[in-house]
């Protein structure tokens, strides 16, 4: 990966478009769930001064198919990192155009799986040539491979990100997914094993730094609410505030399986120290977020999440540091054409679009199917 690093403040959103209004609801006496605990409504932060906050995110773009099998993309990642002075960093990584075929496939993947800690994650090392074999479920289609790329992009960024913040003495990270139990793209060790004292949770424990991962799609519900719904449902349309949920789900989910007879237990739902149901402003693009908070020692979630919403400024109920990120990890149209024509002369390919019979099928213009 090339970083591309500039100290220049670069303005995506138009600073003076006004922030979402915070309107408290009339009903909020009215409010009672019996198995959630109190609803909170977002407060003012305990903080002094805005701690230095890092949002880090990674997107991929696929270029095409080689001729004799394989595949052509490229990943990008950008940490926007926001000082406590005020002062704005873009960090971008490039990785340019990747080739992966049956040759290089199964190699790559091990030592991805070895920069994560366990090197027989995405393959299996075994006695017989080419020593190496692919893991059932673990790859199955073109797209899981290049997201599984992605991801290890953005995990090393997160790396760098810490390091950043414990220059700082601390901070903020903020990251656009979750933080679940288990995964297909990184070992549950990587994030946190707390016997052996090692993970990403861990050092970020260490060294003040609170990591938030905030989740804009899920299939966690709640008493049969989605959580994307569960707050506008149970609170309103105008409710901006969080719930804690890690407690309510894992009972749930235990309840579920004691019903069930041949089941394997269930997994808990996130390494974070807790879980929110989250809305940060109301409006026609906002909506209820699942909020993975892995607060450091001396400091309660409450007032992490409190943080994210008072210091980072809120644009359609999403924290503006993660729109920024993701807005300079996308890839233009120019950018797409730059990568197929280092690839042409690099490789002496030129990639190929996947074969489709769409255009039998389906009608001009139509969709859905």
Known sequence: MVPERTEQFHELINDSEKATHRTPSDHESDLKLERLNEVSRMGRPKRLHPPPIIAVDAGVVNLGSLPKGGTVFAVRGAACCYTSEGEVIILRYNTGAIPID???????????????????????EVDEYPYLQEKSGVIEATDQLQDRFRNFVERIIQAEALAILKK?????????????????????????????????????????????????????????????????????????????????????????????????????VTMAKEMYAARFGFGPSSMTFRVDVHNCKGKRAREVINDVYNYCRIYGGYPKPLIETHQNSCFLFQDFQNLLADVAVRLGVKPEEQPSMEVLFQPFGSFGK
Do not use: W
Request: charged share 30%; no cysteine; hydrophobic share 35%.
């Open 102 to 124: 049956q040759e290089n496939k199964l190699k790559v993947l091990h030592a991805m799986g070895k920069r994560l800690g366990e090197p027989e994650f995405f393959v299996k």
């Open 168 to 268: 700082y003495n601390g901070g903020i990270l903020l990251i656009d997914g979750a933080l679940p139990d288990r995964s297909y793209d990184t070992p549950k060790n990587y994030l946190l094993n707390q016997s052996k004292k090692l993970g990403m949770l861990y050092e970020a424990d260490q060294n003040s730094i609170d990591v938030v991962a905030i989740s804009k799609k899920t299939r966690i519900t709640v008493e049969g609410i989605p959580i994307q719904k569960f707050l506008t449902e149970k609170y309103g349309a105008d409710f901006i505030g969080f719930i804690p949920l890690k407690d309510v789900v894992s009972q749930e989910r235990k309840e579920t399986r004691s019903k069930q007879s041949g089941t394997k237990p269930r997994l808990r």
